[in-house]
């Protein structure tokens, strides 16, 4: 069926890192990606999205990349700070769909 | 800009009684999403609207789950009658478009417990 997974459930990081969370997807006729971050108490925020037709996308310190052939999304942030910590979510949908399909999340953790 | 808005922050009530969640979606947004999230079951699409009109509700668990968007500012989820197994946290979204390739923007949800 359709779905929308992550590679990892939690990823554990120091201050300053890099960190990459990473996602699949398994609907090759998805053509629209979202990452979510969720913090604490909060409704999911919009980080950054991505259409099928690139394969990258930058933001301000974070970069999706989208990898068509194996169906695969990662989210790339860059200086990881102890305020990225949260629960991140990939997303996918596509024009012919009703709505986005999200996958579970990936807790991202930062230590000082 | 006002993002969305959600009412009660949180409610907490025995089973059996009425439950009533609303939404003020982001002015000018013509879609509006409900989700429910459980640790178990994570991030679930109930219900959306597009342009007022509901257009997929196969995710509302059952008939004691019902929603509506009376106008493009306002909308509500109600359970009647409510019971321990609906205790979540219960997201609104809105986009600009039908939400399918679009960015959706969540309001910071209602969490409910049911005694």
């Known amino acids: 069926g359709e779905s929308v997974g992550l590679h990892l459930p939690t990823l554990s990081v120091q201050e300053g890192d890099n960190s990459i969370i990473n996602c699949a997807y398994s609907n090759s006729a998805s053509d629209y990606f979202i990452w979510y971050k969720q913090e604490s108490g909060k409704g999911p925020q919009f980080i950054i999205d991505i259409r099928s037709n690139m394969d990258k996308r930058q933001g301000q310190r974070v970069t999706v990349l989208l990898n068509k052939t194996v169906k695969h999304l990662s989210l790339q942030i860059a200086a990881t700070q102890p305020g990225d910590s949260a629960v991140y979510f990939c997303?996918?949908?596509?024009?012919?769909?009703?709505?986005?399909?999200f996958g579970k999340g990936t807790t991202l953790s930062v230590s000082s | 800009d006002a993002g969305v808005i959600q009412s009660p922050r949180h409610e907490v009530t025995e089973m059996g009684q009425e439950v009533t969640l609303r939404c003020k979606p982001i002015?000018?947004?013509?879609?509006l999403f409900w989700y429910r999230q459980t640790m178990m079951r994570g991030l679930e699409l109930l219900i959306y609207f597009n342009n007022n009109v509901p257009i997929d509700d196969s995710g509302m668990p059952e008939d004691r789950f019902s929603a509506k968007m009376p106008n493009a500012s306002f909308s509500t989820l109600k359970i009647q009658p409510s019971e321990p197994r609906d205790s979540a946290v219960y997201f609104c979204?809105?986009?600009?478009?039908?939400?399918?390739?679009?960015?959706?923007?969540f309001g910071d949800g209602t969490r409910l417990s049911i005694l």
């Open positions: 997303a996918e949908g596509n024009q012919a769909g009703t709505a986005l399909i």
């Open positions: 979204a809105s986009s600009l478009a039908g939400g399918n390739n679009q960015p959706q923007h």
């Open positions: 002015s000018g947004h013509n879609s």
